[in-house]
């Protein structure tokens, strides 16, 4: 009996790790989806610009670099773009839903 409540009560911090461990990583995916963005973005404006521009320069690539990832990782730390959140949606069951709550509308009829 004791054995089965200390494994009930590790039961909801073993849950609570999940849930931050897969929060952190979808965090982290949107921060690598958004800075692959942003240096597209840098990639085609480089390429859209005229010989003599200051956007042709190789110079500042690594600081620009470093200032997308920057960027990247305030915007999904703000969750700005959705993405983690979608992709924690379809990973984690919703925690409020009992049995009842999840059966469909029409089963009921």
């Known amino acids: 009996m004791k054995l089965d409540n200390a494994l009930q009560a590790q039961a909801p911090d073993a849950d609570a790790r999940l849930r931050q461990r897969a929060t952190d990583a979808a ?30 320069k190789k110079t500042s690539e690594p600081m620009n670099d470093l200032a997308d990832g920057l960027v990247a990782d305030s915007l999904a730390g703000q969750r700005a773009f959705g993405i983690a959140d979608l ?15 999840a059966a469909s509308p029409s089963s009921e009829k």
């Open 27 to 56: 965090v982290k995916f949107e921060a690598q989806f958004i800075k692959q963005m942003l240096g597209q973005m840098r990639s085609a404006t480089r390429e859209l610009a005229d010989e003599d521009s200051p956007l042709k």
């Open 87 to 101: 992709l924690l949606k379809q990973l984690l069951p919703a925690p409020d839903l009992s049995a009842g709550a």
